[in-house]
């Protein structure tokens, strides 16, 4: 499985921007992605992640602000983020993971920038 993540930017407070990972190889053994991100300094942390069922779940500090989505046909998951502020500067990185414990796969990440 490799993870494409693109879409990361440099946005001002407030804006929004879309960020996409594209899933190829054995597509069909994932279960769960998701989106992490890591600030300078800071211990990478789950933003948010979805299930093969289709629920979703968010960290609270994105919530009402991160919409998470995933087209299947398109073997692609998507974070739209909306209402950025400057704490949500980060190296994003996509996440996958099989029914096997253990089993994870990670994107590259992208930037995302966003200044006061």
């Known amino acids: 499985v490799q993870l494409q993540a693109s879409g990361g930017g440099f946005v001002q407070a407030g804006g929004s921007l879309r960020l996409s990972c594209v899933a190829s190889?054995?597509?069909?053994?994932?279960?769960?992605m998701g989106w992490y991100r890591q600030a300078p300094g800071k211990p990478r942390e789950q933003v948010a992640d979805?299930?093969?069922?289709?629920?979703?779940h968010y960290a609270d500090s994105v919530k009402g602000r991160f919409t998470l989505s995933r087209d299947n046909a398109k073997n692609t998951l998507y974070l739209q983020m909306e209402n950025l502020n400057t704490e949500d500067t980060a190296v994003y990185y996509c996440n996958a993971q099989t029914g096997n414990i253990g089993e994870e796969y990670w994107g590259q990440g992208t930037q995302v920038t966003v200044s006061s």
């Open positions: 979805i299930n093969s069922g289709g629920y979703s």
């Open positions: 190889g054995n597509v069909f053994r994932l279960q769960n």
